[in-house]
């Protein structure tokens, strides 16, 4: 299984990026795939999810209203919109993967070992 980041890069406040995470080692049928980010000094934390059974999507506090996850099953690729950019939002932005049970109830729990396959990051540089 390998999960591969890209999109990432410096933008100014206000600025959008669109990052993708591109799946491949598994059927993007049974899926729970996150994003999370960790800025510099500071703990990683959840930014949002998608699962293959809903695919609404869940947000951190943070970023409603300014992010939108979304899926691309023929693409096997998880996208994070990414609008209204702060500085607050820079960091380096990971995806990772619960293919054995499949959920985005804790995603926002720093349960990191449960999702079992992770991306290797891509930098987000939000500047004013």
Known sequence: VQLVESGGG?????GSLRLSCK???FTFVD???AWFRQAPGKEREGVSCITS???SGYYADSVKGRFNI???NAKSTVYLQMNSLKPEDTAVY????D????SCTYFLEPDFEAWEHWGQGTQVTVSS
Do not use: F, K, R
């Open 94 to 97: 990971y995806c990772a993967a």
């Open 70 to 72: 979304s899926s691309a």
């Open 53 to 55: 059974s809903d695919t």
């Open 31 to 33: 899926y729970a795939v």
């Open 10 to 14: 410096s933008v100014q406040v206000g």
């Open 23 to 25: 799946t491949s080692g």
């Open 99 to 102: 293919l054995i049970y499949p």
